[in-house]
């Protein structure tokens, strides 16, 4: 009898854990986007001229993740991509005191409702001052630059390692307005300042330059 009343006990305490686990497993995060509020930002490489930025916060189960700028895009109704700020120890070696800070932008990150997981979107050359990215669906365009003054554009997929679309488009300009999308079929135009316009057919594995290039400056 007693031997049966153990086995019981260890068959109920086996059936908690599991439910536990099931209920553990399938819990579900909140994630929210905080109010705006306006931060002093160096928009250049001298600290001492600072104009006004709008950031938020994201929240992940009510505490603070990470701190975001700029218009979020949902990219499915499950996965969030923002663009992440954060604070930079700008205090030098010899100064005494608490710490100095400045805000500081960063790359963008994908945020996943459901599981609350926060991780780095990769976008190759991606110049985190000078290269504005417009969403469109899993696909991300931007304009980056090299030293020697060339400007490329540049395509993303989510989940590709490399881009789909990296592009010379200009040469000795003084860069790129944003991108611009449409869809059915799905385009992006590319505008480098000075230069004419360049129209991009976005498939599910490739880019080709449309077929109306010439064109792809008019309404």
Same mark, same amino acid.
């Given at each position: ?45 001298? &600290? ?99 030293e020697d ?21 200009? &040469? ?15 385009r992006v ?15 599910? &594995? ?14």
């Open positions: 009898m007693k031997t049966k009343m153990q086995t019981a006990s260890k068959l109920l305490v086996c059936t908690l854990l599991m439910a536990c686990t099931g209920l553990a497993a399938s819990r579900t995060h909140v994630v929210a986007l905080g109010k705006w509020t306006t931060v002093k930002w160096p928009a250049g490489d001298d &600290s001492r001229e600072l104009v006004d930025m709008k950031i938020r916060p994201l929240y992940v189960d009510g505490k603070v993740k990470e701190f975001t700028v700029g218009p979020a895009h949902d990219v499915t109704e499950r996965l969030l991509a923002a663009q992440r700020v954060f604070r930079l120890n700008d205090s030098l070696p010899q100064e005494n005191g608490p710490n100095r800070w400045r805000w500081q932008k960063g790359g963008w990150i994908l945020i996943d409702r459901v599981s609350g997981k926060v991780q780095p979107v990769t976008l190759p050359d991606f110049d985190i001052d000078n290269s504005p990215v417009n969403w469109f669906r899993d696909y991300a365009a931007y304009c980056s630059a090299t003054g060339k400007i490329f554009a540049v395509i993303v997929q989510l989940g590709r390692r490399k881009p789909l679309l990296k592009k010379v488009i200009a &040469s000795g300009t003084t860069g790129c307005l944003i991108p611009a999308w449409q869809r059915d079929p799905a135009t590319f505008e480098a300042v000075g230069d004419p316009k360049l129209t991009f057919t976005v498939r599910s &594995s490739s880019v080709d330059i449309a077929a109306d290039e010439t064109s792809a400056g008019e309404d």
